[in-house]
């Protein structure tokens, strides 16, 4: 159990960026009402940006 | 204890310098005692009372009643606010153990911190510790909050958060170091906490009320927190270079005044006697002023 919470610890600023940030983005824009470039959807987008923002912050101990 | 001595203890008009030690910290200990003892409702109806606020912003957000706009802002006093409430009860200043109202004390501070997510447990261990070793390098826990200045402090706060911080970490480091038992339910807890945090967020989130979770407690936990560690943590002991008992708190004037500093003006009172309640601190300091300023404290800002 230790392992896996230390496991699941250790990726956290991953599994936030996915979790948490990706929504908040792609929620903000369909709240602000716009429209992506090529149709992409906003849950896309959010992924993306949170993902690699959530990666980021793991591989670098910091997200800002 | 002499009763009446204790009840008209004061040091107004009194030569202190021609006191010795002991007479000093005789008459010291009997004015602090006139502002101790009797139940502080204040803090206990601030504590479950604010938590209440807080947790209505849920379902009135959530079916359209209040607007988020209007939420976010009560939701930031709300955590502003949650700490002081807890830190009476880890104090036991509500009651003590072994007394009727030991459970009342208990249940402020476990529930009133529920909106920074800071376990009573963890909360009280690592603040006897910071008690116990205020401004020392390596075994105060909030001695991160260590900083040049106001600014440097808030840029601090945030540094902290970050993932890779060791500072950040200060507060689980110092329950390994205790290592009891206690510490040990402690840590669990606290995983247990950022565990639920972490799962309401994604749920909240991915339900399609990311922007409730994030306006009505992720930005107002960060904004809390940094505002909590300023005046509680960094204010009071700034600049944290001196440890002892007369040296490593001060009084301050608070640009924001005593309301919205939360009565840390004062904290220096609470460092010397931890179990005065909180809202008799102002009147504890005027009535002490005299003896701190014989014991060499620093209480030149107020």
Redesign the interface.
């Given at each position: 159990m230790q392992k896996v919470l230390g496991t699941l610890f250790r990726f956290m600023p991953f599994l936030f960026g996915i979790g948490f940030v990706a929504p908040v983005i792609a929620q903000s824009i369909q709240a602000l009402g716009w429209t992506l470039p090529y149709g992409i959807p906003p849950v896309a987008f959010g992924l993306v940006v949170g993902g690699a923002w959530g990666a980021f912050a793991n591989w670098s101990g910091r997200w800002i | 204890m002499d009763m009446s001595a204790t009840a008209t203890a004061t040091a107004e008009g009194r030569d202190l310098s021609a006191l010795s030690s002991q007479e000093l910290m005789r008459l010291e200990k009997a004015i602090a005692e006139r502002f101790m003892g009797g139940l502080p409702w204040g803090a206990v109806t601030w504590g479950l009372g604010n938590l209440a606020i807080w947790l209505s912003l849920w379902p009135l957000t959530l079916l359209g009643a209040l607007p988020l706009w209007a939420a976010f802002p009560i939701a930031t006093l709300n955590v502003m606010l949650c700490y002081l409430p807890s830190h009476e009860a880890q104090h036991r200043i509500i009651a003590r153990e072994g007394e009727p109202l030991f459970w009342l004390n208990e249940l402020v501070g476990h529930l009133s911190t529920i909106p920074m997510m800071l376990p009573y447990g963890v909360a009280r261990l690592t603040h006897y510790e910071h008690h116990k070793h205020a401004n020392h390098p390596e075994l105060d826990p909030d001695i991160g909050t260590k900083s040049n200045g106001p600014w440097h402090m808030i840029f601090k706060s945030?540094?902290q958060r970050?993932?890779?911080?060791a500072a950040g970490k200060s507060y689980g480091a110092t329950l390994a170091r205790l290592g009891t038992d206690e510490a040990k339910r402690a840590g669990l807890v606290a995983?247990v906490y950022?565990l639920t945090y972490?799962g309401v967020?994604?749920g909240m989130?991915?339900s399609?009320h990311?922007?409730v979770?994030?306006l009505v407690w992720?930005l107002p936990r960060q904004i809390g927190v940094t505002y909590i560690q300023f005046y509680l943590s960094w204010a009071p002991h700034h600049p944290g270079a001196q440890m002892g008992r007369y040296k490593d708190t001060r009084s301050f004037r608070s640009k924001v005044g005593v309301i919205g500093s939360m009565g840390m003006e004062y904290h220096i009172i609470h460092h010397l006697y931890p179990r005065i309640p909180l809202m008799r601190t102002p009147a504890a300091y005027w009535a002490l002023r005299p003896v701190l300023e014989a014991r060499g404290c620093d209480v030149k800002g107020l």
């Open positions: - | 945030i540094a970050q993932p890779g911080s995983v950022q972490l967020l994604f989130a991915w399609g990311a922007l979770a994030l992720w």
